[in-house]
């Protein structure tokens, strides 16, 4: 049974690019939810996805966006990126509507110069 | 501010003991928790969970007690083993089942020592 996976691992880009991140969840959830994990920070809440549709949002600004498909997978994109948006990304999913414990993937780990 | 906090960035325990971690929060919606380890390179693993409902929840060699008056839960890991080295995260949800987005502390670094 597959657990969330996560791609890129790693990636570098410069400050203005854009980037996306992807995420498939684990198998049977329904819901994927998306982290920022600054250094020495514990992960911070940016969104989460079910039914293709975004159902909360943390503090972050429309910079950050997602989407996610009918297979339940999803994208994180972030826009006019900042040297500030380095971190490691962690994508969770969760089952049967958000109503249970997210299990995270590995993380992409982003660097922005 | 910070809505869940854990105090103390590092613990060291020797081998066969008890560790402790705690963990304080400040929302009052909060009705559900969770403890996550971290190993470097990886992604954090769920250990377990407890609801406002009860105090206490136990799953082998873990326990989290929940103090609902003071805000404060803490983990229990007894006994303490080599692989239990890791960053352990405290987390809270205001929807039973961490359905919501969850709030993190920063953090604790335990060491275990032979």
């Known amino acids: 049974d597959a657990g969330v996976t996560q791609s890129p691992t790693h990636l570098i880009k410069t400050r203005g690019q854009q980037v996306t991140l992807r995420c498939s969840p684990k198998?049977?959830?329904?819901?994927v939810s998306w982290y920022q994990q600054a250094l020495g920070q514990g992960p911070q809440f940016i969104f989460q996805?079910?039914?293709?549709?975004?159902?909360q949002r943390g503090n972050f600004p429309d910079r950050f966006s997602g989407h996610q498909f009918p297979n339940y997978s999803s994208e994180l994109n972030v826009n006019a990126l900042l040297l500030g948006d380095s971190a490691l990304y962690l994508c969770?999913?969760?089952?049967?509507?958000?109503?249970?414990?997210?299990?995270f993937g590995p993380g992409t780990r982003l660097l922005v110069l | 501010d910070q809505q869940v906090k854990q105090n103390s960035p590092s613990l060291s325990v020797q081998e066969g003991r008890i560790s402790i971690l705690n963990c304080d929060y400040t929302?009052?919606?909060?009705?559900?928790f969770l403890w996550y380890k971290k190993y470097p390179a990886e992604g954090p693993t769920f250990l377990i969970s407890?609801?406002?409902?009860?105090d206490k929840n136990e799953d082998g060699r873990f326990t989290v007690f929940l103090n609902k008056s003071a805000k404060h839960l803490s983990l229990h890991i007894v006994p303490s083993q080599p692989g239990d080295s890791a960053v352990y995260f405290c987390?809270?949800?205001?929807?039973?089942?961490?359905?919501?987005?969850?709030?993190f502390g920063k953090g604790t670094h335990l060491i275990i020592q032979p």
């Open positions: 987390a809270a949800s205001a929807n039973r089942g961490g359905a919501d987005g969850l709030t």
């Open positions: 929302n009052s919606m909060f009705d559900y």
């Open positions: 198998s049977g959830h329904d819901t």
């Open positions: 407890i609801s406002s409902i009860k």
């Open positions: 969770a999913s969760s089952l049967q509507g958000g109503r249970g414990t997210q299990y």
């Open positions: 996805y079910y039914e293709e549709e975004e159902r």
